[in-house]
């Protein structure tokens, strides 16, 4: 099993930033990368991006690109997701998950990813 904790949602101003934590605990060494995935209100739960323990960093959400960076710590088994220049549509539930599945660039498929944290919520106002 492993846990997943996340940190660093809150309320912030269009043109803001914010920086999300995620610390995960437990088999970690079953696991091959984590990602950051969003749900907004009313929308299905996507991929923003993921970041594999080889040091592999895929941005799949094309609106963030240039605005967020995904970065890790293999020792640590954390990943972050520093958020610049932040949006309105932003806004969402924004989640942490592992992935048991060796698969360099992380996966659109929500259940490819196995362990999840309980999400923190990120408001970006106009």
């Known amino acids: 099993q492993v846990q997943i904790l996340e940190s660093g949602g809150g309320l912030v101003q269009a043109g803001g930033s914010l920086r999300l934590s995620c610390i995960a605990s437990g088999d970690t060494f079953s696991t091959y990368g984590m990602g950051w995935f969003r749900q907004p209100p009313g929308k299905e739960r996507e991929l923003v991006a993921d970041y594999n323990w080889s040091g592999e960093r895929t941005y799949r959400t094309d609106s963030v690109k240039g605005r967020f960076t995904i970065s890790g710590d293999n020792v640590e088994s954390a990943v972050y997701l520093q958020m610049n220049s932040l949006k309105p549509e932003d806004t969402a539930v924004y989640y942490c998950?592992?992935?048991?599945?060796?698969?360099?660039?992380?996966?659109?498929?929500?259940?490819?990813?196995?362990?999840w944290g309980q999400g923190t919520q990120v408001t970006v106002s106009s």
């Open positions: 998950a592992a992935r048991r599945i060796d698969r360099p660039g992380g996966s659109p498929i929500v259940s490819d990813y196995e362990y």
